[in-house]
């Protein structure tokens, strides 16, 4: 959509998000099976509910201005979950077929590594505030 006037740019941003929901609203699960912390997992989940509500949010919007999502695709969410893809081991076959990653390799010890130590991280450093 070329943007020429702001009612333009006030139904291209929605739309833009709406597109960015559906992309983590399929991202998410894959991610949450990945993680290795049941507290990760956990938040994986909760984001979901959260990016499902947004969703809804997003197309009541839409709707309310006579619109639909199009066929819009977020690049900046595209990238995010490309991103994840990648930290959890998958190609774009995998994201496909929904196999999990072979994690049993150097590879794959040192993916687990990285990836456990997130969470609790996260929570020292909340604390520290």
Same mark, same amino acid.
């Given at each position: 959509?070329?943007? %020429?006037?702001?009612?333009?740019?006030?139904?291209?941003?929605?739309?833009?998000?709406?597109? $960015? *929901?559906?992309?983590?609203?399929?991202?998410?699960?894959?991610? /949450? %099976?990945?993680?290795?912390?049941?507290?990760?997992?956990?938040?994986?989940?909760?984001?979901?509910?959260?990016? !499902?509500?947004?969703?809804?949010?997003?197309?009541?919007? &839409?709707?309310?201005? #006579? !619109?639909?999502?199009?066929? %819009?695709?977020?690049?900046?969410?595209?990238?995010?979950?490309?991103?994840?893809? *990648?930290?959890? =081991? *998958? #190609?774009?076959? *995998?994201? =496909?077929? =929904? @196999? @999990?990653?072979?994690?049993? =390799?150097?590879?794959?010890? $040192? &993916?687990?590594?990285?990836?456990?130590?997130?969470?609790? #991280?996260?929570? #020292? &450093?909340? @604390? /520290? !505030?």
């Amino acid at each position: 959509m070329t943007i %020429k006037n702001m009612m333009d740019l006030y139904v291209d941003q929605p739309q833009d998000m709406h597109s $960015a *929901e559906r992309q983590l609203i399929k991202a998410l699960p894959r991610m /949450a %099976k990945a993680a290795f912390s049941p507290d990760l997992r956990g938040a994986f989940m909760d984001h979901l509910t959260q990016t !499902k509500e947004q969703l809804e949010r997003l197309d009541g919007i &839409l709707a309310s201005l #006579d !619109k639909t999502p199009g066929r %819009k695709v977020c690049k900046a969410a595209q990238g995010l979950v490309e991103e994840g893809a *990648e930290m959890i =081991g *998958e #190609d774009a076959d *995998e994201r =496909g077929a =929904g @196999r @999990r990653p072979d994690r049993s =390799g150097p590879e794959g010890r $040192a &993916l687990r590594d990285r990836v456990v130590w997130l969470p609790s #991280d996260v929570r #020292d &450093l909340t @604390r /520290a !505030k």
